[in-house]
């Protein structure tokens, strides 16, 4: 191979090849969004976190983003697409809420059966509980990345004027 030759994806195909590998990684995320959303709606009703009108927001944020996601599969224009980005923030919103609720309600139970305890040692004993899981709603969080991932960059987010500059260059 002598030093002016390009690789054949460089030269040849190289944007299509491109593009599929693009298009493949993002079904990919939106296959495991969809498989992790499901199992943690699932597991929420098993768990019957149905207790209050906090416990309600991730399964109402699961229902809502299959809705906005069976939207977005029908029409893939700019609105559908920000309607998943602002899905996905909830997601992460919900999760960090539910984090500090989860370490709320383990710090109550804590401090019920062992009053003196403060500080470091209380933090550590409500994290590491096992009831109620101060880390599980950090699911909603990752989720909501994996959702915003699969939306960087997303082709309906640019418009036809800009696609256009783009096969200028």
Same mark, same amino acid.
């Given at each position: ?8 994806? &460089?030269?040849?195909?190289? &944007? ?9 990684? &993002? ?54 697409? &920000? ?9 992460? @919103?919900?999760?960090? @809420? ?72």
């Amino acid at each position: 191979m002598n030093q002016h030759s390009a690789p054949v994806s &460089r030269t040849t195909g190289g &944007r299509s090849d491109e593009n599929k590998t693009v298009s493949m990684l &993002r079904t990919m995320l939106l296959a495991i969004f969809l498989l992790g959303s499901v199992g943690s709606g699932v597991e929420l009703l098993l768990l019957n976190h149905l207790e209050s009108l906090l416990q309600w927001i991730p399964l109402v944020l699961i229902l809502l983003s299959f809705c906005v996601l069976g939207w977005h599969a029908v029409r893939g224009n700019t609105a559908s697409t &920000r309607a998943v980005q602002g899905t996905m923030v909830a997601f992460i @919103a919900a999760g960090l @809420a539910g984090v500090y609720f989860h370490h709320q309600g383990s710090v109550e139970f804590k401090l019920e059966s062992n009053p003196s305890m403060a500080g470091w040692q209380l933090f550590w004993q409500a994290i590491r509980s096992k009831t109620p899981p101060a880390l599980a709603p950090g699911v909603m969080i990752q989720l909501g990345l994996i959702g915003l991932a699969y939306t960087y960059r997303h082709p309906a987010l640019f418009t036809s004027t800009e696609i256009e500059l783009d096969k200028g260059e």
